[in-house]
């Protein structure tokens, strides 16, 4: 089965052709990074405006070489996400879908991210399910494509979100994760003094065992410089010991929820999968036994391959959608603030 995906949900707009949920014939993504810069941010209603421009060639460009004979299903992203870039992307699929008599596949858009690693390994459930993007950071633990708990999530900022902030306070600019990601590999903690330590940030016990907070993080950092001298030499150093913590937050969350749940497979999308701080302490996880699964980096952070896969999945669960189908901003199930 010959699935279209389309992804438009935040600063991406992307068309990709996948077969059966595994196979990608094509996967184009035009990043608008370029725009956003200036203003160290997603400016949402120039998303939606960049949006509309992309999508005829990139959907084009997806598609060259094939028919549209070929494609059994247009699977597009409804939500979460910027509610205005996402009815961009979300009524051309309805409109491919009226106009070639084809099935309209909504995905969500998380979902998408959790089913990227899929897209190149078999993996076996039950599984322990971390997604850590730009605009969200939850744990679940996914009994089968159709059915999953969602164990914790973040109770401020995304993880990615707080990489960006932080970014924006050493003045490094947007997207702070690959910013970061790459100066902190220069980083050096000796250096810094020990006031600049931080405290262990959202202990493991009751409620808060599974769930994140990064706000605390980003503002420690924050205070922390205003007596400290940055300069060129010593910003890697704080990248570093942002990164340090970030990431430790992640992987303790993540290997609570492992043990508790006596499981040994861990999946881990979305873009700051693509951190290679994360994933080299991951690949120690696979030292203690433990399975780990993730995307090759251009395939965790937002793309349609991912869409086409998930839509894949949906269709064989029925999950099929018409002309009335509704775009949403937010999941229903994270309520953000203290629990
Ligand atoms: O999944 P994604 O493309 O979009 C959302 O669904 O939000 O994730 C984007 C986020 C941004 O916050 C970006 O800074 C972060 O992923 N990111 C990274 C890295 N690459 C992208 N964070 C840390 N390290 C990276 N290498
Ligand atoms: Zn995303």
């Given at each position: 089965m010959l699935i279209l995906g389309i992804e438009t949900s935040c600063d991406e707009t992307s068309a990709s052709l996948v077969e059966d949920g595994k196979k990608i014939l094509s996967n184009i993504v035009f990043s608008q990074i370029e725009i956003h810069k200036k203003f160290n941010g997603v400016v949402p209603e120039l998303a939606s405006r960049n949006h509309l421009v992309k999508i005829i060639p990139i959907l084009q460009e997806a598609l060259q070489g094939f028919d549209w004979k070929d494609i059994d299903a247009v699977a597009a992203v409804?939500?979460?996400?910027l509610i205005g870039s996402i009815l961009v992307g979300f009524t051309a699929a309805k409109g491919i879908a009226y106009a070639r008599h084809k099935p309209l596949i909504p995905v969500d858009h998380i979902s998408a991210h959790m089913y990227a690693p899929h897209l190149f390994h078999e993996i076996e459930f039950p599984y322990i399910g971390l997604v850590v993007s730009g605009g969200h950071t939850l744990l679940f633990l996914v009994h089968s494509f159709s059915q999953f708990e969602m164990l914790g999530s973040t109770m401020d900022d995304a993880v990615g979100e707080a990489y960006d902030k932080t970014a924006r306070v050493l003045g490094l600019g947007y997207p702070g994760g690959p910013l970061i990601d790459s100066l902190a590999k220069k980083g050096n903690l000796e250096r810094l003094p020990d006031w600049m330590d931080i405290p262990l940030l959202l202990p493991d016990k009751g409620k808060d065992r599974y769930n994140f907070s990064y706000s605390g993080l980003k503002t420690a950092i924050a205070y922390r410089l205003k007596k400290f001298d940055l300069n060129e030499e010593n910003i890697p150093d704080v990248a570093l010991l942002f990164q340090e913590k970030a990431i430790e937050m992640l992987l303790r969350k993540s290997r609570n929820a492992l043990k508790d749940f006596q499981i040994r497979r861990l999946v881990v999308s979305g873009g700051v999968a693509a951190n290679s701080h994360l994933r080299k302490k991951l690949d120690d996880l696979k030292k203690d036994s433990i399975e780990v699964f993730t995307a090759p980096l251009e395939f965790c952070t937002d793309n349609a391959a991912m869409v086409a896969g998930r839509g894949y999945a949906d269709y064989q669960l029925g999950k099929i959608g018409d002309l009335r189908t509704e775009v949403y901003?937010?999941?229903?199930f994270v309520k953000k603030g203290k629990k």
């Open positions: 409804n939500g979460p996400g901003s937010r999941l229903p």
